[in-house]
């Protein structure tokens, strides 16, 4: 049974950091692309951060890059984004996504995000 779950959202001060965990049942994640995307209220769906299958090439959007660092476990099968220098713009309910098309690499506006989470709250304070 295909199954993500994401954890490690916290309210956290300006500045601070966070390592959010997406564990993922059903996939081997080293074969397919997992992405991070989040939502804040009244505003859209933005793509974060992308680590493709295999080889493990990364993507992150202007807004996170050089803060946040997408990496992946393939023992655990879990994939991780480690959020640095986090401001009070990064509130927002953090999902992880994937595509199911074996050996896809990263593009964030047109992978097959097909599978998600459930979504976990990260909230920095000013």
């Known amino acids: 049974q295909l199954q993500l779950v994401e954890s490690g959202g916290d309210l956290v001060q300006s500045g601070g950091s966070l390592r959010l965990s997406c564990k993922i049942s059903?996939?081997?994640?080293?074969?397919?692309?997992i992405a991070w995307f989040r939502q804040a209220p009244g505003k859209e769906r933005e793509g974060v951060s992308c680590?493709?299958?295999?080889?493990?090439?990364?993507y992150y959007a202007d807004s996170v890059k050089g803060r946040f660092e997408i990496s992946r476990d393939d023992a655990l099968n879990t994939v991780y984004l480690q959020m640095n220098s986090l401001k009070p713009e990064d509130t927002a309910v953090y999902y992880c996504?994937?595509?199911?098309?074996?050996?896809?690499?990263?593009?964030?506006?047109?992978?097959?995000?097909?599978?998600w989470g459930q979504g976990t709250q990260v909230t920095v304070s000013a």
């Open positions: 996504a994937l595509d199911p098309i074996l050996y896809s690499v990263c593009n964030l506006p047109s992978n097959e995000w097909n599978y």
């Open positions: 059903g996939f081997t994640v080293h074969f397919y692309p």
């Open positions: 680590i493709s299958s295999t080889d493990g090439d990364t």
